[in-house]
């Protein structure tokens, strides 16, 4: 009997050193692929890059696209153009742009900017920038801001940006800027950021910075509000910049900078997550959390930006906004003016792209991965 005990525990122990010697790599992530609407060959914009967040500590981030001509639906594209990359796209897909012919992704907890070519999504290379959050471009550079630290450190340095050559693709500069820096823009020669210090609350920063390109130096910071986030530029020199707010006693508030005073010109008092600039029409959505209230509260605006003035237009029309849970992303198409929004349901499940025509009717929609959030055109 114990012989017989022996023999068994043997053939187990040879069973498991052949699984652990036979173990490959975890698999790739397949592409799939589904029709999302009928073909339009005459499309002007080629198609829509949707990076999808994933969960945070969970290696989800996936990259999406869509063919604006052909009417398909790609899921998971980064896996199956890059099988070499063990660990995929990486941990929380923060930001993503087109610029020339490449693709930038911005990997928030993997501390990485990934840049692929826009046409295969194969990667070009990988430039490491601790916690990194936004990305915007300007006269064949890059512009990533970065908050630095660990992630949720109140002691956490103030960010930085990094400037980085699309030629060389080396970083090339950087400056300072204040605490947990979020979103930018480019008005002339001068790049604004966004700063949340979002990192120790309540005290929060309320600064947009001011840096000179040319000398790359921070040149001031405009005083606006608490725990700013997104900041998008019109067409008139105006900046229009979000407050989170406090998620408690201090709302949620959308303000509009002057880049010719660099003064606040304007408060509107709605809320506001996240804002896409069209022609003169801002498309705006808030997701306001409340801890006294523990829930959301979701709205959806229209700003006339040439005249500043709140609209009653709505770009949902048909009712379809009852049915998205969580708004978490959006972008216009510059030309047809489709709306494109997406619902992150509950976080942990896969998400939806709605596509809304310029009346506010939904035209389609389709599954995406967690998180759908960030999006990108090609022309």
Known sequence: MRNQLKMKLLLVLMALFVFVACRKDPAVTPEQTETAFPPNPGSIVKGLYLLNEGNMNMNKASLDYVDLRTGIYRRNIYGQANPEVVKGLGDVGNDIGVYGSKLYVVVNISNKLEILDVKTSKKIKQIDITNCRYITFHNGKVYVSAYLGKVGDPKAPNGNISEIDTTTLQITRKVDVGRQPEEMAIVGEKLYIANSGGYSPPNYERTVSVIDLNSFTEIKRIDVAINLDRLKADRYGDLYVTSRGDYYNIPSKLFVIDTKTDQVKKTFDIAASNIWIDDDTAYIYATEWSYIRQKNTITYSTINVKDETLMSKKFITDGTDAQIKIPYGIIVDPYTKDVYVTDAKDYVTPGTLYCF??????????V????????????
Do not use: E, L, Q, R
Request: charged share 25%; hydrophobic share 35%.
């Open 357 to 366: 025509d310029s009346s506010g009717k939904k035209k389609w929609s389709i």
């Open 368 to 379: 995406t991965g967690d998180i759908p959030a960030h999006f990108a055109f090609v022309y």
